[in-house]
């Protein structure tokens, strides 16, 4: 079965400029997850949303990232006016529910602001 | 709050030879133990994990680790290192029973695998 898919796969934004960066968990998954992972470090979590109800974005490292998932199940993070410091990769994950169930990751966005 | 040190992000391993990544951890309630592998442009692949129950846990492709309550370690092994294992590797914990469900990751450790 089709796993996570994350668009686009490589992203290269100006400095100042508006991103976002779509996530599509697994059919069926209650949990999704961003995480941001920046070069030779592992992730960082950014956010989580049951549903469509974001339970934590206490990871979130400025008022410029913003994430949303109206329907509970397609999710995008979207981050104003870019800084050099988010260039990173950005992982999603998704779960059929909380806690115990595996994460399953997508591919990832590489996002590169110049 | 949970984390995990993974010491040595270059990790090398001669092909037939001993696999061994160690994980601490740090938790103040009982935790889950994660091995995520990431090969190149690849999300992460769950290698194997902890939850409860019995401390030794195999997973895939011959990998195995030890929950060491004692030691707050979980280390990773591989009896006999094939090419194909030259990748990433992150240890991770979480501690769903208590409301935290993020994972948080160790800084990794990257295998070259000697012919």
């Known amino acids: 079965g089709a796993g996570v898919s994350q668009s686009p796969r490589y992203k290269v934004a100006k400095r100042g400029q508006d991103v976002a960066l779509r996530c599509d968990p697994i059919?069926?998954?209650?949990?999704l997850f961003w995480y941001q992972q920046a070069l030779g470090q592992g992730p960082e979590f950014l956010t989580y949303?049951?549903?469509?109800?974001?339970?934590?974005k206490s990871g979130l490292p400025s008022d410029r990232f913003f994430a949303e998932r109206p329907e509970g199940s397609v999710s995008t993070l979207k981050i104003q006016r870019t800084q050099q410091e988010d260039s990173a990769v950005y992982l999603c994950?998704?779960?059929?529910?909380?806690?115990?169930?595996?994460?399953?990751f997508g591919p990832g966005t590489r996002l590169t602001v110049t | 709050a949970q984390s995990v040190t993974q010491l040595g992000s270059h990790v090398s391993v001669s092909e037939g030879a001993l696999v061994l990544l160690r994980c601490n951890y740090s938790?103040?309630?009982?935790?889950?133990l994660f091995w995520y592998v990431q090969y190149p442009n690849q999300g992460l692949q769950l290698l194997l994990k902890?939850?409860?129950?019995?401390?030794l846990v195999k997973g895939i492709n011959g990998f195995e680790a030890e929950f060491k309550k004692s030691e707050t370690s979980f280390h990773l092994t591989k009896p006999s290192a094939h090419m194909s294992d030259a990748a990433e590797y992150f240890c991770?914990?979480?501690?769903?029973?208590?409301?935290?469900?993020?994972?948080?990751f160790g800084k990794g450790n990257q295998v070259v695998v000697i012919p």
């Open positions: 938790s103040s309630v009982p935790p889950y």
């Open positions: 902890y939850t409860t129950g019995a401390t």
């Open positions: 994950a998704s779960s059929l529910v909380q806690g115990v169930h595996e994460q399953y």
């Open positions: 059919s069926g998954h209650v949990s």
């Open positions: 991770a914990v979480s501690a769903p029973g208590y409301g935290n469900n993020r994972l948080a």
């Open positions: 949303f049951q549903n469509e109800a974001q339970l934590d």
